[in-house]
C-alpha cells in the first residue's frame, strides 16, 4: 500500500551543465556547493534526501550524503527521476535542479503544505506563465509509474510536457525568484547580485 504521507526529497545533480561550462552542482553560492545546499534544505523537509548523480560523479559525493545513481535507461531528467522511482516505487518524491540558487526552506514548506496526493503532481509555477516546474516539484509514484509508459510511447523526454498533459496543482511560490534557474554565466552573477538583495 502507497503511503500518501511517505515524502522523500531527491537533488538532481547528473547534469552535464554544458551552457555553464562547469558544474552547476558544484557551483558554492551559500558557502558549499550548491548540490549539498539543496540536498540540506531538502533533508529539513523530507523523511530521506538523495542525491541524484552520474557514475563517474560517485568519488565526488560526501560522506554522510545518500545518492542514487543514474540508471541510464532514459534521457534527461527523467533519467534521475526514474532511477529513484526505480529504487523506492512506492514513495513521492520532492525533486530539485541543482541549479536553482534562490530556493529556501520556506517555499519547499509552502509547495508541501499545498500537496495534493491525488494529483500526478504538485508543482510550482510562475504566475506570469502558469505551466508546470517539473524540476521543482512533487511528483507522486502513480505520475512516475505513467511516465515510464508515456515515454516508451515515443512522446518525447520532456517531463514539462508530460505534467502538462496530465492533472497537477500548480502552486505560486509566495517568492517568486525561488524559480530563477542560473544556467550560464550571466545568470550566475544575476544570482549572485539577488543573493546581495536578501
Known sequence: MISKDKLYGLVLSGGKSTRMGEDKGQIA??????????YHLLDEVCER???????????????????????????GPFNGLLSAHSQFPDVAWLVLAC???????????QLISARDPNKMATTFAQKENPLP???????????????????????????RKFLINNEVKLVFPKNADVLFNANSKANYKEALEKLETI
Do not use: F, V
Not at 30 to 35: E, N
Not at 99 to 109: E, G, K, T, Y
Not at 150 to 156: F, K, T
Open 133 to 159: 516546474e517539473p524540476l521543482c516539484a512533487i511528483w507522486e509514484p502513480q505520475a512516475l509509474r505513467s511516465s515510464i509508459s508515456y515515454l516508451a510511447q515515443g512522446n518525447g523526454i520532456g517531463p
Open 99 to 109: 541549479d536553482l540558487p534562490l530556493m529556501d526552506a520556506p517555499s519547499l514548506r
Open 49 to 75: 534526501t538523495y542525491m541524484s548523480i552520474r557514475k563517474e560523479q560517485e568519488g565526488e559525493i560526501a560522506a554522510g550524503y545518500n545518492s542514487i545513481q543514474d540508471q541510464d535507461e532514459y534521457k
Open 29 to 38: 553560492y551559500h558557502g558549499m556547493p550548491q548540490r549539498d545546499y539543496l
